[in-house]
């Protein structure tokens, strides 16, 4: 197939030895990051882009693939339709914004049941309509490769409140809203054959196959000054709180005591034997919002978003000068982080 | 795998027999079609989107998948990576409208050769520096499916030169900018064993892997008041005409015997006894642009097109008052086409 050899790639033998990470960096690398004070490319859970005078425009964009991503046996046509654009919802409001188009390309089996189809396309309808998200367009095709989808959500956001990955500051606390671990155990539940009927099991898989995402309270959080950055667990924290470390140039400590680990993740985790630690820092797709903020306003802040929304809001860790990188600190100890949570090139946890 | 009676699609036992055109218009009437005067969800080339006092943001996308649209042993990675890109940007030119920003997601086999990725990438970086178009971000994955390359390509537009299928107005002249038929010829000739080596081949085989788009000469055009409508040939002239008589309410009429037919594409046609016609008419992917024009302006506007372009500029018929619908001109004759080009989820013309 080839016609060239590869200079872009030189010194790397396969996907797998480049890894994800590798990829983008060298599609960035080669095509510019495109970044100002205003607009950004390759590199943010979004891309921003300048939209008048005091908006900026985000767009983000995720492809979801059959036997890749997702199982038709272990997930139901409406949270299929409902997860693959809320995870697009997620990050628009993980950068500060308000979703407001989306565009559905669809690749679809000549066999897919109709009902299936249309079970999918009314959840999908069902979450665009609570947050006032119009879809505009698409793309409908037949698939020889199974069900394909692939979510554009543009939103937009004063460029005074967009929550930046580069933007956290020595001397910041670093929160999670919501929970962690928990869809990694929903995951792990999903594998096991004859898995026996428990509404703590059902609970954790929820939250995999239908994670709650957090549009009104990021755009609560995104309307602080003291609220500096802002990723969505999608990788898992060690993943993502690295992102940030990495961009705002900063050490991000995070109190391993202090992660929210709920009594479902805990005692499903003892019956089998899993760690829920390494669920917790390893594992993806929680969609909780991780953020840093200014730790003289933390408590004011806290206490206004109480009286809004009843979402878990706890404090693990703090940001300080330092090289760019991840620790841990637990039972007085601290440990730099090299480890990255995971890469889908890798099939392992690198 | 269904949860519900499907009631979206009452009557209809399977994708197949509902069609692509059916899913979209079940699409549309579910999630609205959003259309005012200056916004468009589903329905033309492009989504439009308010942008500012005086211009439109222009959205489109689309999903390509190995095995359904291409095959590996048909196309060279620089040919795909230019091809993928320049589809999406001719649906942004067809409605007048500037490229600005890329969004690429791609799914990735994991045996992919990483000079492959490097040609298919460098590829579509030429052509996206060519126009002046920014890749701003995406998302990449592994892929269990083979590969699966989705662009999504947002341009800008002046309102008042927006080219809506819906524009065409009886008194117009129907142009056509570049060839038809040679697209669904040099796809024929793919599905040959053992073709010969013939620069023929090569050229139409080149037409199909790698379509002329006509970016610059749809801005100079949109800039014309006298052009009404526009729409890209990517289904065939029978579809694709048949959608500006439809959103137009006005009878569009080809003279078939104006059709251009290039010597290749008819010396080909013969050797293998195809009809070129046919092509011509019912094939798709050519890319050329199809467009409606005051019959008092045409001439004007053909020559000042001349000094600037060498690309074919054909009349190929007129918009009369009349229902909504194409005919065919031949010989004197006129016939009513209800026939609708290529409908991807019936794998046969419909």
């Known amino acids: 197939m080839s016609e060239t050899q590869s200079s872009l790639f030189e010194g790397f033998n396969s996907l797998e030895e480049l890894g994800e990470l590798g990829l983008i960096e060298k599609i960035a690398g080669m095509f510019g990051r495109h970044r100002t004070s205003s607009t950004a490319g390759i590199g943010d859970d979004c891309a921003v882009l300048p939209f008048g005078n005091s908006e900026s425009m985000l767009v983000t964009t995720d492809l979801l693939i059959e036997n890749t991503h997702f199982y038709l046996d272990r997930i139901s046509p409406r949270d299929l339709g409902y997860k693959a654009l809320a995870v697009n919802l997620s990050d628009i409001s993980a950068m500060g ?5 989306a565009f559905l390309s669809i690749g679809l089996p000549l066999d897919i049941p109709l009902d299936w189809l249309d079970a999918f396309l009314s959840e999908t309808r069902k979450l665009s309509e609570q947050y006032h998200v119009k879809l505009m367009g698409g793309d409908t095709t037949k698939s020889e490769s199974g069900l394909l989808i692939n979510y554009t959500v ?7 409140q967009i929550l930046w990955r ?7 606390k670093i929160a999670l809203l919501g929970s962690t671990g928990e869809s990694g155990a929903g995951l792990k539940l999903l594998e096991i054959n004859d898995l026996p009927d428990d509404e703590k099991y059902r609970q954790l898989i929820k939250v995999h196959n239908r994670p709650r995402i957090f549009i009104r309270e990021a755009q609560f959080l995104a309307r602080s000054p003291a609220v500096h950055a802002m990723i969505d ?5 060690l993943s993502d709180a690295g992102h940030i470390a990495e961009e705002s140039g900063a050490t991000l400590q995070i109190d391993v005591e202090e992660l929210p680990l709920s009594k479902n993740l805990r005692e499903t985790c003892e019956k089998f ?3 829920p630690l390494e669920l917790a820092l390893s594992a993806g797709e929680d969609y909780s919002l991780l953020f840093t903020i200014d730790k003289t306003e933390i408590e004011k802040v806290r206490n206004e978003f109480r009286e809004k929304f009843s979402v878990p809001f706890s404090v693990i860790g703090d940001v300080t000068d330092g090289p760019s990188e991840l620790r841990l600190n637990s039972d007085g100890n601290s440990f730099k982080i090299n480890k990255r949570g995971y890469d889908p090139f890798k099939n392992i946890e690198s």
């Open 233 to 237: 667990l999608s990788d898992g924290i």
């Open 97 to 101: 914004g308000k979703p407001v188009y």
């Open 273 to 275: 034997e899993w760690q």
């Open 154 to 160: 543009l939103g937009i956001a004063k460029h005074d």
């Open 166 to 172: 580069s933007n956290a500051k020595p001397g910041d």
